[in-house]
């Protein structure tokens, strides 16, 4: 069967059921058991992404698609497999599924998608969620038509759902914020970050305001309890069976991190570290107050005045030197306490209402938190200071983070499983994510956090899914669910799917009998084809 999704002005379905039919009958490949390579060689299962345009496209079944299934369900229930309980497999779907005017973007090419993945034995689909979509217009005006209409694909399909609420908006593809909330944002400016030169970010609230009622009087945190029990309520049929998982959105990304690096220089080969981002009248107001507080009042009037900008080196400033910079005295200690405690701040309420708004509902609760791994190898971890982790040489950053998630029983989603010190990272920066990931991992199991993994990238390269299968099968760090992210043209592109099928297929290698080594079974599969083809030209 060749299934292919291209640009069109159109939709040609031809037999529009028979893909999926014939798919879901083809017993041999619906298991992470069968011999892929041997499915794919005889079905050739193709998913063409379109490239530019993703509103139109047409789906067409070939000839080849008229097949009886080359294996019957009598022939599958013999079969004697070895299971396994490793890791769930998650994909991600694109993060423009659902347009701005709530319907399902490429919906074909997405139907399609979902039913390859399934028969490469994929347990589930991560879905974002954007505020700026579902709460478009006016506060407290829900629509989840779209989202609905995806959570009840996936689910007919048999796979799980992981949501993830995203209270931020994305350039690419373009998501913005809901427009009654930009519109606020124009008459006071403050609800966002805004750098040591006044630019603003306006991809996400500023943390200094969770608490204040900046939205036509109710608080961020009051606005995005309301929007979880709408959600809540809307796809209460699918909570706990279809829906197993839910992340919440914590910053820029959807990532708990202050939006540091949000406008790196494009002239130079160098990486700077980011700028702290505490200059807007709220954070200003907060660090004021803390200062008055300590005893230094002239130390809230501004952030470090010796920190480098977006686009110069760490070091080329007093501030991140390695030795005797302003990171290691007191006054560094008393801002960079306050910058991370900001942080934490905002995480710890936002968890707090995720877990109290779903504890009735047997799915898990968790958060995203950066790998942050540039400038690691240094003593003062630049990047991770101007990102809110108060993270040294002399200092575990990431101490107070997870015992904040482990406070209010969620996990935590880690990215950058692909990323490799040696492969990925370039020697100037000082960069390892290996080590990170290892710190990072070490303070989840002092405090009972479980890590799910996530990638950084569509891996093109084989280093990528072979790095990923080493943290995911470590001996000390025991995921219980991974998420590829995400589907997409590069992802369904002939450079990288079949090293996706390979990758999935070796993820839990099963044991299986003798009449079930790949090689038998490929003569069996062709022998079934080939008399099928036989029976058709007669």
């Known amino acids: 069967m060749e299934v292919s999704v291209m640009g069109s002005s159109h939709v040609n379905l031809g ?34 992404w379109p490239l530019k345009s ?13 097949l009886e299934p080359v294996i019957s369900e009598e022939d599958s229930s013999n079969r004697k497999s070895k299971p396994n309980d490793g890791v769930k497999l998650f994909v991600g779907l694109p993060l423009d599924a659902v347009s701005s005017a709530n319907t399902v973007n490429h919906v074909r090419a997405i139907a399609a998608g979902l039913k390859a993945l399934k028969l490469l034995g994929v347990d589930g689909i991560e879905l974002p969620v954007w505020w700026g979509v579902v709460e478009k217009e006016a506060r407290g005006k829900y629509d989840w038509t779209g989202y609905l209409a995806l959570t009840e694909m996936i689910q007919k399909l048999g796979l799980n759902l992981h949501v993830s609420l995203c209270f931020h908006a994305s350039e690419e593809p373009k998501i913005p914020l809901p427009e009654w909330v930009s519109r606020i944002g124009e008459s006071d400016p403050s609800i966002f970050f805004k750098d040591r030169s006044g630019q603003l970010y306006k991809d996400c609230l500023s943390f200094a305001v969770t608490d204040a009622p900046v939205l036509d009087g109710k608080t961020p945190v009051q606005v995005y309890k309301e929007f979880c029990e709408s959600f809540k309520d809307a796809f209460s049929p699918f ?3 279809t829906i197993t998982g839910i992340s919440f959105g914590l910053g820029p990304e959807g990532e708990l991190r202050y939006p540091s690096h949000h406008n790196p220089s494009k002239m130079n080969n160098h990486q700077g570290a980011g700028e702290f981002q505490c200059y807007d009248e709220y954070m200003l107001s ?8 300590s005893g230094n009042p002239l130390w809230g009037l ?5 920190a480098p900008g977006y686009d110069q080196p760490p070091m080329s400033s007093n501030f991140f030197k390695e030795h005797g910079g302003s990171w290691g005295t007191t006054y560094g200690d008393f801002f960079l306490s306050w910058y991370s405690g900001q942080l934490i701040s905002h995480g710890s309420k936002l968890l707090s209402l995720a877990s109290e708004t779903f504890n009735d509902v047997p799915i898990s609760i968790c958060g995203k ?6 400038w690691y190898r240094t003593q003062s971890h630049p990047s991770e200071l101007t990102a809110g982790f108060y993270n040294t040489v002399n200092r575990d950053g990431y101490e107070a983070v997870i015992e904040m998630f482990a406070k209010h029983s969620c996990q935590i989603i880690l990215p950058g499983m692909d990323l490799s010190d040696q492969q990925h990272q370039p020697n100037e920066s000082l960069s390892s994510p290996e ?38 099968s ?28 390979q990758f999935v297929r070796n993820l839990n290698q099963p044991e299986l009998d003798s009449d079930d080594q790949p090689m038998k079974q490929e003569e069996r599969a062709e022998s079934l084809t080939g008399n099928n083809l036989q029976k058709q030209t007669a």
């Open 474 to 501: 470590g001996e000390k760090e025991v995921m219980s669910l991974f998420t590829y992210q995400r589907m997409g043209a590069d992802f369904f592109s002939p450079e990288h799917f079949p090293s996706f099928t």
């Open 15 to 48: 037999r529009s059921d028979l893909g999926c039919r014939e798919i879901g009958n083809c017993s041999f490949t619906k298991n992470l058991n069968s011999k892929i390579s041997s499915f794919v060689k005889i079905s050739k299962i193709c998913v063409k």
């Open 286 to 293: 907060s660090l004021k107050q803390y200062a008055e507080n």
């Open 435 to 472: 080590l990170l990931l290892a710190q990072i991992a070490a303070s989840c199991r002092k405090h009972g956090v479980e890590i799910l993994g996530q990638n950084s990238m569509v891996a093109n390269a084989l280093n990528g899914f072979e790095q990923i299968k080493k943290n995911l």
């Open 369 to 374: 938190i950066p790998l942050v791994h540039s």
């Open 302 to 306: 501004g952030g470090p005045h010796d």
């Open 239 to 241: 909570m706990g069976s």
């Open 54 to 66: 993703l509103n139109g496209f047409s789906l067409k079944a070939s000839a080849c698609s008229q």
